[in-house]
């Protein structure tokens, strides 16, 4: 079947360090990959998507690769900031019909100043 | 433009009792997706509709169900509220599966 792994949090770190928040997929046929972030008391909001192997997605100084041979899409940003406070979701869509987004368990982030 | 709009925000009720969550997708967006986000279960898929018609349902009883009206809005129906139905759903649109967007959600509590 399909589905997403993504590392269990929280995940804390200063202002201006490095994330890094893995997520590995399982999927039939050749899925589209998303995260998505929900800041405390929001909805869901699309971060980043890569639709094909190879392809690396970025917003916001977020980025991410879809890389097949490893069917991991890892999030990763240089510098985080305050604002960046969040859950961050990896999903994927397996381009079937009948099928939804599936989601991981999120990752909480939080920095602190 | 509009983004996809769900009501009401907040709402308390009481174990047994029924609830309707409605949502307005972005106009042109004929899919409606529905999830629930319970407190560590995170987003647990609920129902897909598109063009008035259910097309899938995740692994929840049947007195979950919904319906799609002719202008893509949609409601979502919880019948017999039980404590762990507590929770916050959220509601996404989109045109020919794919770019989900989401509102902000539902927070439903059952006492």
């Known amino acids: 079947g399909n589905s997403v792994t993504q590392m269990e949090g929280p995940v804390t770190l200063s202002e201006e360090a490095f994330l890094t928040i893995n997520c590995t997929y399982t999927?039939?046929?050749?899925?589209?990959l998303f995260w998505y972030v929900q800041y405390p008391g929001e909805g869901l909001q699309l971060l980043l998507k890569?639709?094909?192997?190879?392809d690396k997605g970025s917003n916001k100084g977020f980025e991410a690769t879809y890389r097949k041979e490893t069917t991991s899409f890892h999030l990763e940003k240089g510098s985080v900031q305050v604002s960046d406070s969040a859950v961050y979701f990896c999903?994927?869509?397996?381009?079937?019909?009948?099928?939804?987004?599936?989601f991981g368990k999120g990752t909480t982030l939080s920095v602190s100043s | 433009e509009a983004g996809v709009t769900q009501s009401p925000t907040h709402l308390i009720k009481t174990r047994g009792q029924q609830v309707t969550l409605r949502c307005s997708p972005i106009?042109?967006?004929?899919?409606v997706y529905w999830y629930q986000q319970a407190l560590g279960l995170g987003l647990q898929f609920l129902l897909w509709?598109?063009?008035?018609?259910?097309?899938n349902r995740g692994n929840f009883p049947p007195r979950f169900s919904g319906r799609q009206f002719p202008n893509y809005s949609s409601e979502l129906n919880v019948n017999a509220l039980e404590l762990e139905d507590s929770a916050l759903y959220l509601c996404?649109?989109?045109?020919?599966?794919?770019?989900?967007?989401f509102g902000s959600g539902t927070r439903l509590t059952v006492v």
């Open positions: 999927a039939t046929g050749y899925p589209s």
């Open positions: 996404a649109s989109s045109l020919a599966s794919y770019g989900y967007t």
């Open positions: 890569a639709t094909k192997a190879d």
């Open positions: 999903a994927l869509t397996p381009n079937q019909a009948g099928t939804a987004l599936i």
């Open positions: 106009s042109g967006h004929t899919s």
């Open positions: 509709y598109d063009e008035g018609e259910e097309r």
